[in-house]
């Protein structure tokens, strides 16, 4: 299993939480309702809906992971120059994986209670993705003071599996970044959808 300096890992990922969390700000912000709610096709997620998705993974894990780092930093405990990934977290997060085209490497569908079915008003999801991201940057500064591998935490679909601190984040993050991607996609379909509208629109007005 792969072995991170622990101060090294959490770096990374704060650089690509702090992306994740710029694209929210100077991006996503500025997009309108319709475009940001857009659907690709019936069967596929709109950017809002994958941020939506996002969101209800963030509530779950950021309140277990900010109790569990307290509890340890309370408890007086040195942090672990190292971090070891575990066998389960390991494959979790290489679930996560994605294509050099930024397509997914392995497709799965979304448990049901985390599988959004109706479209919440986007400045409310992309609002809530941005306090998400800024509380993750929080608690990945809070992690350098523990030891990723011995505080365990349970996963949302079974919470009788524990998964060791390092890994959860690992898995957080590639699970972020998957989705992001997705809303991406999304959102560049959208901008053809609509420029294909006005195409069209125009063809027709010089048609008259």
């Not at 209670?113 to 993750?136: D, G, H």
């Amino acid at each position: 299993m792969p072995v991170y300096l622990s101060q090294t890992l959490l770096d990374a990922l704060s650089d690509h939480t702090e992306a994740f969390l710029d694209k929210g700000v100077s991006e996503w912000q500025m997009l309108p309702h319709h475009q940001f709610a857009s659907k690709p096709g019936p069967d596929k997620w709109s950017a809002n809906q994958c941020l939506a998705h996002l969101n209800e993974y963030g509530r779950y894990y950021l309140p277990l992971i900010e109790k569990a780092i307290d509890e340890y930093t309370a408890s007086g405990k040195d942090p672990a120059i190292e971090f070891k990934a575990g066998w389960l977290g390991n494959y979790f997060t290489g679930m996560m994986l994605n294509n050099a085209d930024g397509t997914p490497v392995k497709k799965m569908s979304a448990p049901k209670a985390y599988s959004p079915e109706t479209t919440n008003e986007s400045f409310a999801v992309i609002a809530e993705f941005i306090e998400q991201q800024e509380k993750m940057l929080l608690l990945l500064r809070k992690a350098k003071k523990v030891d990723m591998g011995a505080i365990r935490i349970p996963i949302s679909i079974a919470k009788f599996i524990k998964l060791k601190l390092g890994d959860t984040f690992l898995f957080l993050v590639a699970h972020n970044y998957r989705h992001i991607l997705q809303a991406d996609r999304a959102l560049q379909l959208s901008v053809k959808k609509t420029q294909k509208k006005l195409n069209l629109f125009v063809l027709s007005e010089m048609m008259r």
